[in-house]
């Protein structure tokens, strides 16, 4: 087996509480302007509007669009549905970034400090590059390269997500490792001839624990977050 | 004035000495096999050939080539004007790879870590994405990104590298503080909105000090090296 070189990260919800952070956002910026609502569930509406949005794009029936674009059409779908007229551009605008003000999980930063003493550690996301930095920036997270969506000019999981981030880092597929909390992410990733680990997260989705649970035991690592991962690789 | 947010550093001769580490991984690797050379003036041979091969990128002559490439054509011109014919092509490409083991000047990595507090780190260098990685690697340099030519898909002093930058950060050009030993560098990005701090490196072409003296006052910042930049930048 080839020496792994570089981790690569998917980041919401592996690195970063999306969900909890999202719903802290929208609340700080909307009840003062007189709304009350479901705050975790205007999160979990957001995101799931971010599938189908990439589906069109991963599937060719539009042009390479970034990340924060994507979710601003999102987000103007759901202040429709919700009723919201008054907020200013310049406040749709500090809304739709709050995907870059996401907190990692209590675990991430020493985690990652700790497997980058030996690993590159690249993220390898859905999210475009003034996104990464912007939440690496609020987070601490100490990334050796953003790479991902806007430098491969694809999203996950479409197949040259994971053989252009292995490419630009000239590495053999099998020199990566892929760490993710979802199981399709790392399926895709296996498919390219990456190494995978799974990290479980259960509160991504909230209390009901709607996380991908425990897998069947398909990946090269399984650990319960990143202290748990960097043991396992003498890190 | 608006605020500054972005540093954007050139990196050959402005953070690491390009000179001295290529001839000492060259006489590394060829004295072994039994050459002899002007260590120093094999490096800056190898050097010369540089612009030549990116003219023609950048005049649309030849497709984006990615700079490991076309410093391997450049170390195979140089082998054959040596008469160098026994190197294996892991040698050769051993040797090729000196350039992603660039030792920092010696203030570098200090000078960095303090401007990393208050400002966001990125490269803006014509070498491709892994060297740059494995040159942060090799050299303990904490960049936030790693932009530059294979990202914005155009070498300096395009325009494109500069507007590029700029746009993947989310930034004005005038938020982006470019950063280099090298005053046309500099210039090229001030034409771009680009604010400039020229920081000079008299040793980066040897001891006949070649390198650009102290310019006529024309940036917005001047300093002896990125201690002296961080302090006057109030970090």
Redesign the interface.
């Known amino acids: 087996m080839s020496e792994i070189k570089a981790l690569t990260f998917d980041v919401f919800g592996t690195v970063v509480d999306w969900r909890g952070s999202v719903a802290r956002e929208a609340r700080a910026i909307l009840a003062p302007k007189g709304h009350d609502l479901d705050w975790p569930n205007f999160a979990d509406r957001w995101r799931a509007l971010y599938v189908p949005a990439m589906t069109e794009v991963r599937e060719g029936r539009r042009p390479f669009a970034i990340l924060?674009d994507l979710h601003r059409e999102n987000l103007l779908t759901l202040l429709d549905q919700d009723g919201i007229v008054n907020l200013s551009p310049p406040e749709i605008d500090r809304l739709n970034t709050a995907w870059h003000r996401l907190d990692p999980w209590p675990d991430a930063v020493e985690g990652l400090t700790r497997l980058k003493r030996r690993f590159?550690l690249?993220t390898v996301s859905n999210g475009?590059?003034?996104l990464?930095?912007n939440l690496?920036?609020w987070g601490g997270l100490p990334?050796?390269?953003?790479?991902g969506s806007?430098?491969a000019r694809a999203y996950k999981p479409a197949p040259e997500a994971y053989d252009r981030t292995a490419s630009?880092?000239?590495?053999e597929p099998s020199q990566c490792l892929m760490v993710a909390a979802h199981t399709n992410d790392l399926r895709a990733a296996a498919g390219r001839g990456f190494r995978t680990a799974f990290v479980r997260r259960p509160a991504e989705f909230g209390p009901l624990e709607l996380a991908d649970p425990w897998p069947d035991g398909a990946f090269d690592y399984n650990a319960a977050d990143f202290l748990d991962l960097a043991a396992q690789m003498g890190a």
Chains 1, 2 share one sequence.
Do not use: C, G, P, S
Not at 143 to 147: A, R, T
Not at 168 to 171: I, N, Y
């Open positions: 924060d590159i690249a475009n590059i003034a990464m930095v690496a920036k990334w050796d390269v953003i790479l806007e430098v630009v880092l000239q590495l």
